[in-house]
């Protein structure tokens, strides 16, 4: 028993032998994705056996060449995955609703600023980068959401051989499974989409036995028990989601949702080949790589026997090791000679790797100078042709990975308590950034271009590259640079004139004196022009008020003159 568990474990009822049962038969499941699953992780991080080669080269040298590779694997993986970045999801405008929320700013920052944010909380542009790697170097990988007290959603990617989910009829998600273990302990998580049901058992090995090496007994329930953290409220704890909080980021499947397919399935063979080529020479740089001297028709050279005296005393013959060392092949008999066999060239093997290593970036779509690296003195557009095909197989990764995107979001907004929010986003737009990399000038030229066309410069900043946050960023700098501040100043000045001269009026109104009133005010001294209030008027029309005398100041309206 963990120190995260309760004291009473909890008992084994129905429904927890029904969530054992299809922990069982999803545990199984996972446990035949892992055999392949291991080889695609292997192959993307390097780790691959010699293959192809002959029984005879493989028992002499295939030891030497244990953990050599020339890993192409990796390079196809990561052009396309380090282009993937997500920066949210814009809600579907059929949701703008002003009277449900902060619909406007949503709208202008042009991503959900809610889910946005608690994606940056829980650091998830590196998670999903990891994740992305994983479902394109094995079809699949997950991300699973839950919620804390304050309704703060918590996003975890995990690992293909360590989570699995059970689909409907209709697509729909049914279980989840997500399954780990320790030295000591295996862990499982069951989510029906209402309830989460955890337990664990000893580690058990892939046969059937104990790491001791007793057999695990054939039981009904595997060997699983109850496991109650002391964290829960309950066994087992309710699933506020009302689905299982576990998604699946699938690679394209050919229509067969159980077997996405792997962006390196078919660089595997090829790979295997280049590094069986890589073994022939580095074997032919031990035996060809230097001139071997070919010695006829005379005896193998002897080397005297000296006693302690230093008198020679016999002879023996050169030792086989030295001649092999030095290149020489001594065969006796008459007629002495001397040849010489030049040193193989090798280039023939670096040709055929180069080969095969375009055949990788033609199948792939992989740009050339990824892989090559020779290319010299080519143009920006050059370059950008060169990347056409990889920008489009990036495009459409995205489309494969958008769906499982936006049940991440939907989950996190249920996480949130915001079931609207949650049904926008099933309709919503996942936004990425540009996948095309283009020079700095030429991209601003091209914006520049559009914005005299008439694009707003909102999206001109979006299209730029900034994040949703960056631009808003940018357009309050912005429009504070373009605020006129002398402007703002009289308008300000206006406005506290204004209201001091409405309340001087009330006052006066109500009885007060004209002179308590403008103390009470600290209404400023301005001369009358003697028109009417509110009335534009030439000086010919004017019509001077009662007590304007010359351009006096004018009586106040009820004032004592003394007359």
Not at 315 to 340: C, F, H, M, V, Y
Not at 404 to 413: Q, S, T, V
Not at 545 to 554: E, F, K
């Amino acid at each position: 028993m963990t120190s995260t568990e309760t004291a009473n474990t909890p008992d084994m009822t129905p429904e927890a032998r029904v969530a054992v049962d299809t922990l069982n038969k999803l545990a199984r499941e996972l446990a035949e994705r892992e055999k392949t699953t291991k080889v695609q992780i292997g192959y993307y991080t390097g780790k691959h056996p010699l293959k192809y080669a002959s029984p005879e080269f493989a028992s002499y040298f295939g030891s030497r060449f244990a953990g050599f590779n020339d890993n192409w694997c990796a390079p196809v993986v990561n052009s396309p995955a380090e282009r993937m970045n997500p920066l949210g999801v814009r809600l579907d405008d059929d949701q703008d609703d002003p009277s449900a929320g902060d619909v406007e700013a949503t709208q202008r920052l042009g991503v959900d600023k809610d889910l946005e944010r608690a994606w940056r909380t829980n650091d998830g542009d590196r998670g999903f980068s990891e994740a992305v790697v994983l479902a394109l170097s094995t079809g699949r990988s997950f991300a699973t959401v839950w919620g804390e007290d304050d309704d703060t959603p918590v996003l975890t990617f995990e690992r293909p051989d360590q989570a699995i989910v059970e689909y409907g009829d209709r697509g729909q998600r049914v279980n989840a499974l997500r399954l780990w273990r320790d030295d000591r302990h295996e862990y499982a998580v069951v989510d029906d989409g209402d309830w989460l049901w955890k337990f664990q058992r000893d580690v058990v090995s892939r046969d059937g036995r104990l790491r001791s090496g007793l057999v695990v007994p054939s039981t009904a329930l595997g060997g699983w028990i109850p496991r109650h953290p002391a964290s829960d409220d309950t066994w087992p704890l309710r699933n506020p989601m009302r689905e299982p909080s576990t998604v699946e980021l699938s690679n394209h499947s050919l229509l067969d949702r159980d077997n996405p397919l792997s962006d390196i399935d078919g660089v595997i063979a090829m790979q295997d080949a280049i590094n069986l080529i890589w073994a022939y020479l580095m074997n032919a740089l031990d035996y060809a790589s230097l001139p071997q001297r070919v010695v006829t028709g005379t005896e193998v050279p002897k080397i005297p026997v000296l006693d302690e005296n230093g008198q020679v005393v016999g002879s023996r013959p050169l030792e086989l090791d030295t001649l092999i060392k030095e290149r020489i092949l001594w065969i006796p008999g008459q007629n002495a000679k001397i040849a010489e066999w030049s040193a193989a060239s090798l280039d023939v093997f670096s040709a055929v790797i180069e080969r095969a290593v375009e055949h990788i970036a033609a199948q792939t779509r992989t740009p050339p100078h990824y892989l090559i690296g020779k290319i010299q003195n080519v143009s920006a557009e050059a370059l950008t042709a060169a990347e056409t095909g990889l920008v489009a197989k990036t495009r459409e990764r995205t489309t494969y990975l958008s769906p499982g995107l936006r049940d991440i979001y939907r989950l996190m907004a249920l996480a949130m308590d915001d079931e609207r929010k949650a049904l926008a986003v099933r309709s919503g737009t996942v936004v990425w950034d540009d996948f095309q990399y283009r020079a700095l000038g030429q991209k601003v030229d091209a914006l520049q271009k559009l914005h005299g066309m008439g694009f707003p410069f909102e999206w001109i900043a979006e299209q730029y590259g900034l994040s949703p946050l960056e631009v808003q960023r940018v357009l309050a700098m912005r429009e504070a640079e373009q605020r006129d501040t002398q402007l703002d100043d009289m308008l300000e000045r206006v406005e506290v004139v204004g209201k001091q001269a409405t309340a001087y009026g009330t006052l006066v109104r109500a009885g007060v004196t004209h002179d308590a009133a403008e103390e009470a005010t600290a209404l400023p001294d301005m001369e009358h022009t003697g028109l009417l209030p509110i009335t534009v008027q030439s000086e010919e029309k004017a019509v001077a008020v009662p007590g304007a005398r010359n351009g006096a100041p004018p009586r106040r309206p009820g004032s004592f003159d003394g007359s």
